[in-house]
């Protein structure tokens, strides 16, 4: 069955870097875009950035641009989030995600707390 495991997540201080990674299986990996989404506390669910298939093409969200880079490694069937110059604000569960034809599938989430 298909699976993503995120990973990476932790405290870090403004400023700072994290990398988040979400491991996958269970779906053709290389032939989909792979998507990191965020959700801080009484908010909605915010897309934060996108990679194409191939790497070909990403896209990010307006609050994180030239701050994160998403990327990914067929060969792993990984797809990461370096996440630069981290603000309190960036506080949230980030979760990596999945479009299949069936449905849409969700990692458990890993937690990023940007605090002093």
């Known amino acids: 069955q298909v699976q993503l495991v995120e990973s990476g997540g932790g405290l870090v201080q403004p400023g700072g870097s994290l990398r988040l990674s979400c491991a996958t299986s269970g779906f053709t990996f290389s032939s989909r875009s792979m998507r990191w989404y965020r959700q801080a506390p009484g908010k909605e669910r915010e897309l934060v950035a996108v990679?194409?298939?191939?790497?070909?093409?990403?896209n990010y969200g307006d609050s994180v641009k030239g701050r994160f880079t998403i990327s990914r490694d067929n060969a792993k069937n990984t797809v990461y989030l370096q996440m630069n110059s981290l603000k309190s604000e960036d506080t949230a569960v980030y979760y990596c995600?999945?479009?299949?034809?069936?449905?849409?599938?969700w990692g458990q989430g890993t937690q990023v707390t940007v605090s002093s």
């Open positions: 995600n999945v479009r299949l034809p069936t449905a849409d599938y």
């Open positions: 990679i194409s298939p191939a790497s070909g093409s990403t």
